[in-house]
């Protein structure tokens, strides 16, 4: 299934053909004043009772948490609302702001109720068959907990008595959604309008940017897309950031149109079949400066890429398995003179890196931290304290007790890792003096010669007694600048230690404490090491 747009451009070539595939998503991306409004109100009319609206001027505010009209009434508004969609006043105004977010929230515990009606009815039944089917798809909350959660929002939501639908954080007792910040109410409004519509729709998301940081929105889009490939998606945004994150997307690139009386005669714009053609004109109209793109080491859904995104809100990150395809990225671009207008960054972990290693990689642009593994950041001493005391807020409890606790449960859990600890890094330093021996370039024609004994029991010895040193001393500062920590047991026991249920939890809530608290990140990103000042502004 797809639907199919006639986009009036006044050019030669005549009208766009849009298609938006099931499974596909489209972002329309321009400046103000560009006609995104009045493509998205035309898509909406164009597409019959098939397209569910999520408008830019959406009421973000609940009375309370719980649905505050009746089935019969819910579909009398929804009749209402596609009727009120395809007027021309709906480019500017909603007269159905409120009874759209409280649909959501009707719709969201109705999708639960639907599904534990169904799963009773199957065991009344005693068809253990049905149930078992039944019960292998996540209901509508477990799926928005799933979503919000890799989203970078620690809130857990959840329904209580009268179907009042109330959120938790890092284990504090449960209050309404209507208390939750803006940000936080809108990613709800936004994910509960796409998990709950029938399938074979299409979904139009008016600026989800509004009141939501870029290191949630993307990948919320992203999840959302993957959680509903019966759907289409239009994401009309002001963000050229957004489609840059979904490379697979098609970008419609508005940068004027001509009003006919109420109505567009013609626009401006490109069809893109990726988000590598946006041009550099548009980008400085929407940002007003350079696009900056970081690549970093990891996976897309590993620890690097969240915190990285918080630390340099204004790049692009990029996650690439290894330091040599970091390396190679920035090279690449670099060396692309098409791509004049990116500035590439790379960042790597240092990995007990030689100086020389370091220098050469900082002369490619690539950035060597101060720190072992992004780990090492997470669960320093310092942003240990950071996220502590959000917690503590909250629960209470002696901060300074559970500090030092932490410290003395992670040396434990070090001292009892030594041995491994220690061999990998004898390992890697063993390895490099190895590497160090080979030919360099003109050595060979020159006919150099190198003779090398390596003690590679030196080696293990020597690091067997800096980490007993670090040990003995609670230094574990020392030993996260050095030591591979994620193989040993240290960050369970800190996160425990701080009264987090786990790690994960205490991960989300430093990616959420950077979300609110610029002081944080600057702290944060002082840790890593020194930066080009291009980089940070």
């Not at 508004?77 to 969609?85: A, G, I, P, R």
């Not at 065991?123 to 509508?140: I, R």
């Not at 070090?414 to 490099?432: N, P």
């Amino acid at each position: 299934m797809s639907f199919s747009f006639t986009i009036p451009t006044g050019k030669p070539t005549g009208p766009i053909q849009l298609t938006v595939n099931i499974g596909q998503m489209l972002f329309l991306l321009g400046a103000n004043g560009t006609g995104k409004s009045t493509l998205m109100q035309a898509f909406s009319s164009a597409s019959s009772d098939k397209a569910r609206r999520i408008t830019a001027h959406r009421q973000t505010w609940f009375r309370s948490g719980s649905p505050e009209f009746t089935g019969r009434q819910r579909a009398e508004y929804e009749t209402s609302v596609f009727h009120y969609d395809r007027q021309t006043t709906s480019r500017w105004m909603d007269d159905y702001s409120e009874q759209r977010a409280q649909m959501a929230i009707y719709d969201l515990v109705n999708s639960e109720n639907v599904r534990a009606r169904e799963i009773t009815r199957a065991v009344d039944a005693k068809k253990g068959d049905e149930v078992d089917k039944l019960s292998v798809k996540d209901g509508a909350f477990s799926t928005l907990n799933r979503l919000l959660r890799l989203a970078n929002l620690d809130i857990i939501v959840s329904i209580e008595a009268n179907d009042e639908i109330v959120a938790s954080r890092s284990g504090s007792k449960p209050y309404s959604i209507a208390r939750l910040s803006d940000g936080e109410r809108n990613a709800i409004l936004i994910a509960a309008n796409v998990l709950t519509v029938p399938a074979g729709a299409l979904l139009l998301i008016d600026e989800p940017e509004r009141h939501l940081h870029r290191s949630i929105v993307s990948p919320l889009l992203t999840l959302l897309l993957k959680e509903r490939p019966d759907c289409a998606f239009i994401v009309s945004t002001h963000e050229p950031l957004l489609p840059v994150d979904n490379p697979d997307s098609k970008v419609l690139l508005t940068r004027a149109c001509t009003y006919q009386g109420d109505g567009v005669e013609s626009y401006d714009i490109d069809l893109l079949e990726g988000s590598r053609g946006i041009d550099d004109d548009l980008k400085q109209t929407i940002l007003g400066e350079r696009r900056k793109i970081v690549f970093v080491e990891g996976a897309e859904h590993s620890l690097d890429k969240p915190l990285y995104s918080l630390l340099f809100p204004n790049a692009s990150i990029v996650a690439k398995a290894s330091c040599r395809e970091v390396e190679n990225a920035v090279a690449g671009i670099k060396g692309a003179d098409e791509l004049h207008w990116v500035k590439p960054f790379g960042l790597v972990d240092n990995d007990t890196s030689e100086p020389e290693r370091i220098a050469d990689l900082q002369s490619k642009g690539v950035i060597v931290l101060n720190v072992y593994s992004v780990e090492s950041i997470y669960y320093h001493p310092e942003v240990q304290k950071l996220a502590g005391e959000q917690l503590a807020a909250v629960v209470g409890g002696d901060l300074t007790e559970k500090l030092l606790k932490a410290n003395i449960d992670a040396i434990k859990a070090i001292a009892d890792s030594a041995g491994h600890l220690s061999a990998r890094v004898a390992e890697k330093s063993a390895r490099a003096e190895v590497f160090s021996l080979l030919p360099k370039k003109g050595e060979i024609a020159a006919g150099g010669k190198r003779t090398a004994e390596i003690d590679f029991g030196k080696y293990a010895q020597n690091e067997a007694e800096r980490i007993e040193t670090l040990i003995s001393t609670s230094d574990f500062v020392g030993v996260l600048q050095r030591y591979p920590i994620r193989e040993s047991s240290a960050l369970d026991a800190i996160a425990k230690a701080l009264n987090f249920t786990n790690r994960a939890q205490y991960e989300a809530a430093v990616r959420n404490l950077l979300v609110r608290d610029l002081d944080a990140v600057n702290r944060v990103r002082a840790l890593l090491g020194a930066f080009p000042s291009d980089l940070i502004a």
